[in-house]
T-cell receptor, first 114, second 111 residues
Framework: ETGVTQSPTHLIKTRGQQVTLRCSSQ?????VSWYQQALGQGPQFIFQ???????GRGNFPPRFSGLQFPNYSSELNVNALELDDSALYLC?????????????FGPGTRLTVL | GEDVEQSLFLSVREGDSSVINCTYT??????LYWYKQEPGAGLQLLTY?????DMKQDQRLTVLLNKKDKHLSLRIADTQTGDSAIYFC???????????FGAGTRLTVKP
């Protein structure tokens, strides 16, 4: 158990719809990162939030956006869903520190776009 | 872009040693990690190494880093059936705000 939870576990949407995925970070962790893991691939970094501000972004279009709240929760929003957005979405929380062992992953949300 | 590559499959017998290899291209990598992912679960950090180290040992796990060749390996001693999973190699810079992962190596341990 990492103390990081994600909801929902599974989600099915249709192309063009919008989706919001949620993550509850481990208490005290002020940094959250989101990753997309397509089937059979490694996770791809989407973006990171630190103290409610975006702090780094991977190669993802603007229709991927996020929010981080003071209560250690965060959201990943995806607009205008495409079939290729089908993937496992992982969040990871950490302290604002380069120490690698403080980054903890949640179990993920499996998104299917039809 | 910067790449992290690893072989896709490895099969070993219970009790043998497993060696999973990884290569990366970013010479500015500061941290190199090994994660384990079991079916339906998130990623579990197994171990990590700073780029200025060449070896790290943690119980059954040994990480070797050849910075010149940008080659990282994970050795699991006395491999058990519970070690069957997908193992990801990853690297990041000093700020640790953009980790890059390999595609994962599926380790199968046969009794």
């Amino acid at each position: 158990e990492t103390g990081v939870t994600q909801s929902p576990t599974h989600l099915i949407k249709t192309r063009g719809q919008q989706v919001t995925l949620r993550c509850s970070s481990q208490s005290g962790h002020n940094t959250v990162s989101w990753y997309q893991q397509a089937l059979g691939q490694g996770p791809q970094f989407i973006f990171q939030y630190y103290r409610e501000e975006e702090n780094g972004r991977g190669n993802f279009p603007p229709r991927f956006s996020g929010l981080q709240f003071p209560n250690y929760s965060s959201e990943l929003n995806v607009n205008a869903l495409e079939l290729d957005d089908s993937a496992l979405y992982l969040c990871a929380s950490s302290l604002a520190s380069p120490r690698a062992d403080t980054q903890y992953f949640g179990p993920g949300t499996r998104l299917t776009v039809l | 872009g910067e790449d992290v590559e690893q072989s896709l499959f490895l099969s070993v017998r219970e009790g043998d040693s497993s060696v999973i290899n990884c290569t990366y291209t970013d010479s500015s990598s500061t941290y190199l990690y090994w994660y384990k992912q079991e079916p339906g679960a998130g990623l579990q950090l197994l171990t990590y190494i700073f780029s200025n180290m060449d070896m790290k040992q943690d119980q059954r796990l040994t990480v070797l880093l050849n910075k010149k060749d940008k080659h990282l390996s994970l050795r699991i001693a006395d491999t058990q059936t519970g070690d069957s999973a997908i193992y990801f190699c990853a690297e990041s810079g000093y700020n640790n705000n953009d980790m890059r992962f390999g595609a994962g190596t599926r380790l199968t341990v046969k009794p």
